[in-house]
């Protein structure tokens, strides 16, 4: 009887991932889904976009010149000038950066707190109702408004928009987690490992999180699209990154001002936000298909 | 029936009291002291102090926690220090205009997306389902304050058809009230549009393979007839949870619109609050909103154990 608990029980169910990234179809079957290929093209291109966009740009996205402001699309300027003589090309590239960092953090933070918030509320009967309690006061405002609300309260920067929108979408990915671990906690490989000794806390990391892995991803894929969307929006109205930042909600937002002379100014902007968005959104549809065929989208 | 309202009815009483201990200490994580950010940077000793004295900063936190709910219960948001008024009465004035706006939105968005995911689904798999399946999600991923812009760019500046923001009461002259709220209505509906429809082409989807569907064809009632009177009338229930979903989507949408197209509705004013830093209006209007919010949540819960009485039971 010497720690039967640590040895067998881990096999009796594969890992998720396993079925993703191995020998298994699960990768052949995700590309098969036209919407995953255009999802993950776009999301590709973005990456792209975001790591050598900026190679083809001879100019600095803060630099300015004042004898080329508010010059048209043209071979100098591909997408034009700004009010600055700031090159928008330059700008849309680097603002790539910046929303796919704001996204990627977003989905990290969100996913570990989701995830564990969401598999605690499940697994461990005695604490569901006060986690979910919490989390539908906070689900009672919504998730743009109360981001707009804690920017405003912890002042615009990165990191505030990036906690900002974590703790908006927390909440919702918990309950998504849940349901899922509501069902996986009735399984029999969790009896087994229960049965077998296992402790609470090997039971709900071992099995019971990464079998709720499929919803979790799909769920962060469109946690992802919705990151992009709010930052743009908070940028927009004042409460996201600073201005000299190019982000592209900043773009769009200076663009309002000058939307007589210089149209270019904020349809670039906007026109890499909807293909980001709808990038991600595509791969989280494909994703769901595959992963997750009960989940709809809810949000 | 009344058991299971009365039981969705104390259900909601923890959440809004949750929901006004965060609105509460939303107040709380300000980094320093409201009161210096809301004086300015030029503000003298003596006028911080001013400040911090009629919030009450002063006080020990539970006497203001108290102070908070004890004004709640009287209906009392607080007072908003840059537009000089009651906070409560800020609110109501701006109800009816971004009310307005929402019901007109969702006037276009419901008929639009009921008809765009009954076709989507009938004949599902062809180019007409790609082309409206493609719109809808063009819809949910298109920012709105940008679209808002370009609609401003093409309708006002261009073909000079719509003017390109503020607003005119209902009351005073309808047609420029029309006028005036369509490009927002628009903008605020494409997002609408875009869940609404998804959400219809699913469920007609799922009941299309319905016996009773079948059954219908059989006796040779014709196509429309099929799908509205047997398939959509089944389809409506679940359609009408996601209004209560809608809701948000509304709400922020309309912070953004009413910011684009310069209307002064409830959306503008909380803006604007945190534009100004005007802690007491931010708080307040943050808890309109969330009760709104539960509230309306509340009712769609009703009406959908109204309209499915298996729920009752849950």
């Known amino acids: 009887m010497t720690n039967i608990s640590t040895t067998d029980h881990t096999d009796l169910q594969p890992a998720p991932w396993l079925a993703l990234f191995g020998e298994g179809a699960m990768s052949r079957r995700l590309f098969r889904s036209p919407t995953f290929a255009v999802g993950f093209s776009i999301v590709a291109l973005l990456v792209l976009a975001a790591t050598i966009g900026v190679w083809f740009s001879p100019y600095q996205p803060n630099s300015m010149d004042l004898t080329a402001r508010l010059a048209a699309p043209g071979p100098q300027h591909w ?37 564990l918030l969401g598999a605690l509320a499940g697994y461990v009967r005695a604490l569901d109702n006060i986690i979910m309690r919490v989390m539908d006061a906070f ?25 900002a929108l974590a703790v908006s979408y927390i909440p919702r990915t918990a309950r998504i987690v849940r349901g899922t671990a509501l069902v996986v906690r009735e399984q029999q490989y969790v009896e087994a490992a229960l049965v077998a000794g296992a402790h ?96 709809r989208a809810e949000t | 029936m009344i058991g299971y309202i009365m039981r969705r009815l104390a259900a909601a009483v923890p959440v809004l009291l949750m929901v006004s201990l965060l609105a509460f200490l939303l107040m709380q994580i300000v ?16 006028e911080i102090e001013a400040i911090r004295h009629d919030l009450g900063l002063d006080r020990a936190w539970y006497l203001r926690l108290a102070d908070w709910y004890l004004a709640l219960l ?61 719109t809808a999600l063009l819809g ?8 808002g812009i370009m609609g401003i760019l093409f309708f006002s500046v261009h073909l000079g ?44 989807l799922d009941i299309m393979h319905k016996d009773y569907v079948r059954t219908a064809r059989a006796k040779g009632g014709s196509e429309l007839r099929v799908l509205v ?56 209007t943050l808890l309109f909103v969330a009760g709104a919010f539960v509230l309306i949540n509340l009712l769609v819960d009703i009406s959908y154990a109204y309209l499915d009485p298996r729920i009752r039971q849950a």
Not at chain 2, 31 to 46: E, F, H, L
Not at chain 2, 89 to 103: F, Q
Not at chain 2, 168 to 179: A, Q
Not at chain 2, 180 to 204: D, K, N
């Open chain 1, 79 to 115: 997408f034009g000038t700004d009010n600055f003589g700031r090159d928008i090309f330059t700008r849309v590239a680097v603002g790539s950066q910046m929303s796919l960092l704001v996204g990627l953090l977003v989905v990290v933070i969100t996913g570990i707190g989701g995830a």
């Open chain 1, 139 to 163: 689900m009672a405002f919504p998730a743009m408004l109360l981001a707009i609300a804690i920017t405003a309260a912890l002042g615009p920067s990165l990191m505030n928009v990036v906690v």
């Open chain 1, 200 to 295: 609470t806390r090997r039971v709900l990391l071992v099995h019971v999180l990464p079998n709720c892995l499929g919803s979790l991803i799909v769920q962060l894929t469109f946690v992802f699209a919705y990151a992009v969307l709010a930052e743009a929006t908070l940028s927009y109205l004042g409460v996201g990154l600073p201005p000299p930042a190019p982000t592209w909600g900043n773009g769009i937002a200076s663009g309002r001002e000058y939307i007589v002379e210089a149209w270019w100014m904020s349809l670039f902007p906007g026109l890499a936000i909807t293909f980001a968005v709808l990038g991600f959104n595509l791969l989280g549809d494909g994703l769901r298909d595959v992963l997750d065929p009960h989940l």
């Open chain 2, 31 to 46: 980094p320093g002291d409201p009161a210096y950010a809301m004086a300015g940077s030029d503000a003298s000793v003596t």
């Open chain 2, 74 to 134: 009287r209906g009392d948001l607080g007072h908003s220090y840059t537009l000089r008024a009651d906070v409560a009465d800020l609110i109501i004035e701006r109800i009816p205009v971004t009310l307005s706006i929402a019901l007109y939105s969702l006037l276009i968005a419901i008929p639009c997306s009921i008809a765009m995911g009954i076709v989507a689904a009938r004949f599902r798999g062809k180019l007409i389902d790609l082309g409206i399946m493609t």
């Open chain 2, 140 to 147: 949910v991923s298109l920012p709105n304050f940008w679209i």
């Open chain 2, 161 to 204: 058809w719509l003017p390109s923001g503020g607003y005119v009461p209902m009351g005073e002259d309808i047609g420029g009230w029309i006028r005036s709220m369509t490009l927002p209505a628009l903008v605020l509906g494409t997002m609408q549009i875009g869940l609404l429809t998804r959400i219809t082409r699913s469920e007609m």
């Open chain 2, 229 to 284: 009177r047997h398939a959509l009338r089944n389809a409506l229930v679940p359609i009408v949870t996601v209004i209560g979903l809608l809701f948000g989507m509304i709400v922020t949408g309309a912070v953004v619109v009413e910011q684009v197209f310069s209307i002064p509705g409830v959306g503008r004013l909380i803006v604007q609050a945190i534009l100004t830093r005007d802690y007491p209006l931010i708080q307040g």
